[in-house]
């Protein structure tokens, strides 16, 4: 899985746009960006997933860029709860022809939604 | 939809002695569950891969002596931590990925402390 790098840590004032950013300049063709969070003490939580396009789900909207080396995790309007470790991770699609569907994990941004 | 349980979320157990948590995914089938180990502020890493039916793939350095797959049906998988010692105190996460899907989705976790 190609790497991702991430901020360690965010502040977010509650109720404006929280915008996460992720750089996976090393991405090829097959590779998926997903965004997981969590929260302390607990497992983690699918957020959303894309290969190219943009994408937007009841959590959050998903933007990758044109070249597909960086992408922007955006929860428009952040609540306390939305207090967690993000992290964005790259993987091989299920058609790629290999068997590694395996998430690695790297440290996250820690996000604080400050009330 | 899409919802994993793990059981216990919490053990305490005494050195020496085993301890099995089970992982199910409660309204979906999945024939890929994951197994993964979290340290204090570390991130997660993965241990193993287990396919329903067949033996699970160990990532390197994880003792699969010690540390005891089984997953016999879709919806169920079972971590057995043999002769624990307090080096194996960890939060233990299972995911389990969907049939025809790549996304992994995750239970809430289970605290191990071996006194």
């Known amino acids: 899985d190609a790497k991702t790098t991430q901020p360690p840590s965010m502040d977010c004032a509650e109720g404006r746009a929280a915008n996460l950013p992720c750089n996976h300049s090393?991405?090829?063709?097959?590779?998926?960006v997903y965004w997981y969070r969590q929260i302390h003490s607990q497992g983690p939580q699918y957020i959303i997933h894309g290969l190219k396009n943009n994408e937007t789900n009841e959590m959050a909207s998903l933007i990758i860029t044109e070249d597909r080396k960086s992408s922007t995790l955006i929860l428009p309007h952040a609540t306390l709860r939305d207090t967690a470790v993000y992290y964005c991770?790259?993987?091989?699609?299920?058609?790629?022809?290999?068997?590694?569907?395996?998430?690695?994990f790297g440290k996250g941004t820690l996000l604080t939604v400050n009330p | 939809g899409a919802v994993v349980s793990q059981h216990p979320s919490w053990v305490i157990c005494k050195s020496g002695t085993s301890v099995k948590i089970e992982c199910r995914s409660l309204d979906f089938q999945a024939t890929t569950m994951f197994w993964y180990r979290q340290f204090p502020k570390q991130s997660l890493m993965l241990m193993a891969t287990s396919n329903e039916g067949s033996k699970a793939t160990y990532e390197q350095g994880v003792e699969k002596d010690k540390f005891l797959i089984n997953h016999a049906s879709l919806t169920l998988s079972t971590l057995t931590v043999t002769s624990a010692h307090p080096e194996d105190s960890s939060f233990y996460i299972c995911?389990?990925?969907?049939?025809?899907?790549?996304?992994?989705?995750f239970g809430p976790g289970t605290r191990l402390t071996v006194l």
């Open positions: 995911s389990a990925r969907l049939l025809g899907e790549d996304t992994q989705y």
């Open positions: 991770i790259v993987r091989s699609s299920l058609n790629s022809g290999g068997s590694n569907y395996k998430l690695t």
């Open positions: 090393t991405i090829s063709g097959n590779e998926y």
